[in-house]
């Protein structure tokens, strides 16, 4: 509406008096938010026809963000892990299953006291086949207590990330129907 007012120079009231003359149903903020920052529609279409192997790889992502994912934020499909293959497999969910564009995915990455900044990113960057800049800044976290570990992962640990409301809310949805499954 505010767009709207803006292109006819006008007031928002005087937007929302003829929306409401014509019963013209408003979007809800978010709705609007979601709109303009997705122009072209939804950044992601979950593929709906699945072969075997996908259904595999269906199975393996919803397992991965079932165990490694985070699940409080609202608007973030994440999964961090210092396991490469895992972090390969998850990325290749999104982009077969979840059809998201690799532009879409981010990455960041937490190494420890004892890692070498530079080394962590090279190693990721190579594993990923992604640039080093992908990363922004590498956080490398201060020693913790007294672990029971001399050397914690040389290289750290990685966050893929895809920001979708809509993808996170589907997501989650999947997990709920199988917590509810009789198996």
């Not at 973030?76 to 892990?81: G, S």
């Not at 640039?131 to 990685?158: D, L, M, W």
């Not at 993808?167 to 989650?172: E, F, G, P, T």
Request: glycine share 6%; with cysteine; aromatic share 10%.
């Amino acid at each position: 509406m505010a767009d709207i007012a803006k292109n006819l120079n006008c007031s928002i009231h005087k937007i929302v008096y003829w929306m409401d003359k014509f019963n013209i149903p408003r979007r809800s903020f978010s709705d609007a938010v979601y709109l303009k920052a997705n122009p072209h529609g939804d950044p992601f279409k979950i593929k709906k026809q699945l072969s075997d192997k996908e259904l595999i790889l269906y199975g393996i992502g919803i397992g991965i963000y079932w165990g490694e994912g985070e699940k409080v934020s609202k608007g973030k499909v994440r999964v961090a892990n210092s396991d490469p293959k895992l972090i390969l497999a998850f990325r290749n969910f999104l982009i077969k299953i979840c059809q998201v564009t690799l532009s879409r995915i981010h990455y960041s990455l937490i190494c420890f006291n004892d890692s070498n900044v530079k080394d962590v990113g090279t190693y990721w960057s190579k594993v990923l086949e992604i640039s080093e800049e992908k990363f922004g800044k590498i956080v490398q976290i201060a020693p913790q207590g007294k672990g029971n570990y001399r050397r914690k992962s040389q290289y750290g640990v990685c966050i893929i990330e895809i920001s979708n409301t809509k993808l996170k809310n589907w997501v989650m949805h999947e997990l709920k129907k199988l917590q509810i499954s009789p198996w």
